[in-house]
């Protein structure tokens, strides 16, 4: 007696989901709109994390002298 072939499907992540949900509710124009300030809304944070960064280093190596 053989056992039944099993078939795994894989639950979506929520993001696959919600990109699901998005595709049914948006046309292409504006996803692509959507996922363009969303990625600009990223990169936004990582330049200020990075000027975060610099000031602090600026401020660690202290004072310095102008003429």
Not at 14 to 20: E, G, M
Not at 27 to 54: H, M, Y
């Amino acid at each position: 007696m053989q056992a039944a072939p099993v078939r795994a499907t894989a639950i979506p992540s929520v993001t696959d989901a919600l990109r699901a949900v998005e595709s049914l509710l948006m046309s292409g124009g504006q996803r692509t709109a959507r996922r363009n300030a969303w990625t600009s809304v990223l990169e936004d944070r990582r330049r200020a994390k990075d000027r975060f960064e610099a000031q602090r280093v600026l401020e660690e190596a202290g004072p310095t002298r102008t003429s």
